[in-house]
């Protein structure tokens, strides 16, 4: 089955700093989204792709879907303390041609923010 | 605007009793339904899916099943639990036809079973 390599896995960092992760895969995504978990949570969607190449911001959020349609990454500039929780990317090969949405999640970045 | 509602939060089970987690979703009609289980705060298992009322579709074999007895609801069960049942469980939905990949969660019920 299709999988997803997030990483790093963790990231410990300073307030103020900038933030990159990354998701890549064997197989080619029609959809690429990204979502941040708060502790406790359910995910929340950030930032969703759907072309090759796509460049997206959300606030302070930048993610773009790889050209190859097999990798894409999340940038988080000036991090703050309120962006810890874990990051997850997700990707989606139906692109509409099932009738439901099947997701193949990463494994989540952790992300710790040290005011 | 949509929104999803899942309950309880939390939950404190033992060994061998039964389950019941409830999930439903207001401001659209026919949405695709999901259950999803995640163990450690990583890693998200899709358990089952609907697309419609009485339609489920499992994903992995396991102890639990699902039903949707309305367009807007969505129930997990388990007639006896196991240790291993415990996990962060998640409810979601999306559109039913066009950007149906986009996901929308629940806050989650995090189940001990003791």
């Known amino acids: 089955g299709q999988q997803l390599n997030q990483s790093p896995q963790s990231m410990f960092i300073q307030e103020g700093e900038d933030v990159s992760m990354n998701c890549t895969s064997s197989?080619?995504?029609?959809?690429w989204l990204w979502y941040k978990q708060d502790p406790g949570e359910g995910p929340v969607l950030l930032i969703a792709?759907?072309?090759?190449?796509e460049l997206t911001s959300n606030g302070r959020l930048t993610a773009q879907f790889g050209i190859t349609r097999k990798d894409s990454f999340l940038n988080i500039s000036a991090s703050i303390p309120s962006d810890v929780g874990i990051y997850f990317c997700?990707?989606?090969?139906?692109?509409?041609?099932?009738?439901?949405?099947?997701?193949?999640f990463g494994q989540g970045t952790i992300l710790t923010v040290h005011p | 605007s949509q929104t999803i509602h899942q309950w309880p939060a939390t939950l404190v089970q033992p060994v061998g009793s039964p389950l019941s987690l409830e999930c439903t979703v207001e401001?659209?009609?026919?949405?695709?339904l999901y259950w999803y289980r995640q163990a450690a705060g990583r890693g998200l298992q899709l358990l089952f899916y609907s697309v419609g009322i009485g339609q489920i579709s499992s994903e992995v074999p396991q102890n639990l099943s699902a039903s949707r007895p309305q367009d807007r609801q969505f129930i997990l069960s388990s007639k006896k639990l196991l240790l291993s049942d415990s996990g962060f469980y998640l409810c979601?939905?999306?559109?039913?036809?066009?950007?149906?990949?986009?996901?929308?969660f629940g806050s989650g019920t995090q189940l001990s079973v003791l």
């Open positions: 792709l759907y072309k090759a190449g």
């Open positions: 401001g659209t009609s026919n949405p695709n």
């Open positions: 197989s080619i995504f029609n959809t």
């Open positions: 979601a939905w999306s559109f039913r036809d066009r950007r149906n990949e986009k996901l929308f």
């Open positions: 997700a990707g989606s090969g139906s692109a509409g041609g099932t009738s439901y949405g099947k997701l193949t």
